[in-house]
């Protein structure tokens, strides 16, 4: 299912191209974006889980963070739609806690459409990455064996001034049934990133 959302997204965009303004990373003003996300179990926001399909995972069992903090770097390497849809990679490395202690590195590919943009007031966006590949540090998280081998999913919304933006993700992370290691989630991070 992870795969099929990113071969869908992707044809969406390729038939879009002919039409559309676009540009690539060397020719964009900040191309660059770096972000911290943290979390707590006293911040949720009453998000018991991530909805499909930011979850993709059919797992009846899986944890739940109860803190944590993101790392991440992202390179918007395309915009095109006179800069209303905007393609990213980037790298995260996370860290969780539930009865335990563990890491996550993840390649992050994401998509960001800009609901409302104007350059001299706020712009909103909705993110969406889907299928990035991700190793864990342990091969069981909150009592459940879940492996190494995982895929970041993840559903953000933000808003950006300037350079800066300030935003929520609801973070999912499960194998998408490749393997029999269960999954967790991270319901709702609040971030803050900066663009240059």
């Known amino acids: 299912m992870c795969f099929r959302m990113w071969y869908l997204l992707c044809v969406i965009l390729v038939c879009g191209l002919p039409t559309s303004s676009y540009a690539f ?34 797992d009846k069992m899986h944890r739940q963070a109860n803190n944590g903090f993101l790392v991440s770097g992202h390179y918007e390497f395309y915009r095109f739609f006179h800069g209303q849809i905007r393609l990213y990679g980037g790298v995260s490395l996370g860290q969780w806690s539930n009865i335990d202690k563990a890491y996550t590195l993840s390649v992050v590919p994401q998509i960001r459409f800009y609901v409302l943009q104007n350059p ?62 269960h999954g967790f989630d991270v319901p709702n991070t609040f971030y803050i990133e900066y663009n240059f």
């Not at 006293?42 to 930011?54: D, F, M, T, V």
């Not at 492996?147 to 350079?163: K, M, P, V």
């Open 25 to 58: 990373g060397q020719d964009l003003p900040h191309p660059w974006h770096f972000s911290l996300d943290a979390y707590d179990t006293a911040w949720n926001l009453g998000i018991k889980r991530p909805p499909r399909p930011i979850a993709f995972s059919t």
């Open 120 to 181: 001299t007031k706020f712009n909103l966006y909705i993110g969406y990455s889907a299928a990035g590949p991700s190793f864990f540090s342990k091969s069981s998280f909150g009592g459940l064996h879940t492996g190494h081998f995982f895929f970041q999913d993840y559903l953000s919304f933000g808003i950006e001034y300037a350079n800066f933006s300030v935003g929520m993700k609801l973070l999912h992370y499960s194998s998408c049934g490749l393997t029999s290691g």
